[in-house]
């Protein structure tokens, strides 16, 4: 086992891309269940292929940008094996010049969630770990999951959670019995304010919850927000002004991908009003601070 240790010269990228999907683990396992996968797909309007780990680190390298790559652990809310986060890190240590990793755990798992972040952290060295409330099914301002927020805030990694609606499982009866609302940001309002050590993204525009999204992070300054999963030239208008002003220091550069690839975001960002003296901090020096990479952002 290679413990990751990053390796990424930051001077010479041109932006971190802070959310990045595995989809495809060893054998060609796959991150979700097949009706899951394909609705998203059709939603987001692409059939575009699903590479593996070595694959995605060779389109950031071409494209001289780093890549925080995960899946999701819906063990218990989907009864679907996840892709290993151990192999993620693995993988991610043999791309350690433009991949870091973060890692996933089941929330539903209790204590063993715990111990099993833990060794993530300590033996494999993850940088994070993804929540996505609506598929993982649980609230996440539920105390009985302070715990492994502790144990992160402790150990100084990230937490990342999926906010606003999901394509996965859009179209299909009852949404597949998902449930949007566990992604309203405000429920990170409460981690925030009981773990103010613990770097909390909100990944995505918060769609309907766009404004609640944005006060959680104007009040409390250990939130940021991830632009992922959303072409710039359909952003709310009230994100973009937030982004140009108050929050220009939190916000983050994420696509998606393989959903929404990094070449479209950059594309269609040309669309969208951001100010060009804020478009460094988001595309890349944000994200320096964040993750601790140093050089010179």
């Known amino acids: 086992m290679t413990r990751y240790e990053p390796a990424i010269d930051v001077d010479a990228i041109t932006a971190i891309d802070m959310h990045v999907h595995i989809e495809v683990g060893a054998h060609g396992h796959p991150s979700l269940p097949a009706d899951l996968s394909?609705?998203?797909?059709?939603?987001?309007?692409?059939?575009?292929?699903?590479?593996?780990?070595?694959?995605?680190?060779?389109?950031?390298?071409?494209?001289?940008?780093?890549?925080?790559?995960?899946?999701?652990?819906?063990?218990?809310?989907?009864?679907?094996?996840?892709?290993?986060?151990?192999?993620?890190?693995?993988?991610a240590a043999r791309n350690n010049d433009v991949l870091i990793p973060f890692g996933s755990v089941d929330p539903l798992r209790g204590a063993a969630a715990v111990e099993h972040a833990r060794r993530l952290i300590e033996d494999q060295g993850v940088r994070?770990?993804?929540?996505?409330?609506?598929?993982?099914?649980?609230?996440?301002?539920?105390?009985?999951?302070f715990p492994l927020y502790e144990m992160l805030q402790e150990a100084g990694v990230i937490a990342l959670f999926h906010t606003g609606q999901t394509g996965i499982g859009a179209g299909l009866?009852?949404?597949?019995?998902?449930?949007?609302?566990?992604?309203?940001?405000?429920?990170?309002?409460?981690?925030?304010?009981?773990?103010?050590?613990?770097?909390?993204?909100m990944a995505h525009p918060s769609v309907p919850w766009q404004d609640e999204a944005i006060s959680v992070a104007t009040h409390k300054h250990n939130t940021w927000i991830d632009l992922s999963g959303w072409s710039p030239k359909y952003f709310p208008p009230e994100l973009v002004r937030a982004a140009n002003s108050t929050l220009k220091r939190r916000v983050l550069f994420g696509s998606d991908f393989p959903m929404i690839t990094p070449d479209r975001w950059l594309r269609d960002v040309e669309q969208a009003p951001f100010k060009p003296e804020v478009l460094p901090g988001i595309m890349k020096d944000?994200?320096?601070?964040?993750?601790?990479?140093?050089?010179t952002a």
């Open 286 to 295: 944000n994200a320096v601070r964040l993750l601790g990479l140093g050089g």
């Open 173 to 201: 009866p009852g949404g597949r019995g998902l449930r949007l609302g566990l992604s309203n940001p405000m429920l990170l309002d409460v981690v925030a304010a009981e773990h103010p050590e613990l770097q909390i993204i």
């Open 128 to 145: 994070g770990f993804k929540f996505h409330p609506t598929l993982q099914n649980f609230d996440p301002s539920d105390t009985a999951y």
């Open 38 to 91: 394909e609705a998203a797909s059709k939603y987001f309007a692409t059939d575009g292929p699903r590479p593996d780990l070595d694959s995605v680190a060779d389109y950031y390298r071409e494209r001289r940008m780093a890549a925080v790559v995960f899946t999701v652990d819906v063990t218990t809310s989907l009864g679907h094996q996840p892709i290993r986060s151990e192999d993620i890190a693995e993988g």
